[in-house]
């Protein structure tokens, strides 16, 4: 039986290091300077792949077909998986900021006002201040501002630029 090279190795490695890199960046919050760069990353892999798919094929060498469908679909993969996983984070932070807002309701009816921050809820309205469920590899908390007209505004980051908001008044809203 032939053993298989390193080189043979290779594209499997490179390919599996992608994925883990582009799918950690997929489910992570980013700003929009790292989001861009990542989407970028993405098409260009799709293209790159793409051109060695075409290249291999018309040359007839197989390790570039291999290599070009490595390159072509991990980040297809990777931004798929991912972003169902994003959609699951969002769903779990809306959830949290709910809970955030039936505390502030209670402070409200208790205090006659919004506290000045979300810290002001601990510990006779909830145990502690939840974060976010946006990220896998750092916090990100809640963004809480107490406005001038007893009201106030809650937000997160969400994935693909998006941030989602709401006030004392509105349901939660997803948008850039």
Not at 12 to 34: H, K, N, R, Y
Not at 112 to 128: F, M, N, Q
Not at 142 to 167: K, L, Q, V
Request: aromatic fraction near 10%; glycine fraction near 8%; proline fraction near 4%.
């Amino acid at each position: 039986m032939k053993e298989i090279g390193w080189t043979n190795r290779l594209p499997w490695v490179l390919s599996i290091l992608g994925f883990a890199i582009l799918f950690c960046a997929e489910i992570e919050s980013f700003d929009f300077i790292s989001s861009a760069v990542l989407g970028l990353t993405t098409l260009g892999g799709i293209v790159a792949g793409s051109i060695s798919i075409i290249f291999g094929l018309r040359q007839k060498r197989r390790t570039w077909v291999i290599i070009g469908a490595h390159v072509f679909v991990i980040p297809l993969l990777a931004v798929s998986i991912g972003g169902k996983i994003s959609s699951g984070q969002r769903e779990r932070s809306l959830r949290l900021g709910d809970s955030l807002v039936a505390a502030l309701s209670t402070y409200h009816l208790t205090k006659g006002r919004y506290p000045d921050e979300l810290a002001a809820l601990v510990p006779d309205h909830i145990s502690k201040v939840p974060l976010t469920g946006m990220s896998a590899i750092r916090d990100i908390p809640f963004y809480y501002r107490a406005t001038e007209n007893d009201g106030y505004t809650i937000s997160f980051p969400s994935t693909a630029w998006m941030i989602c908001h709401r006030t004392q008044k509105t349901e939660w809203v997803c948008d850039d």
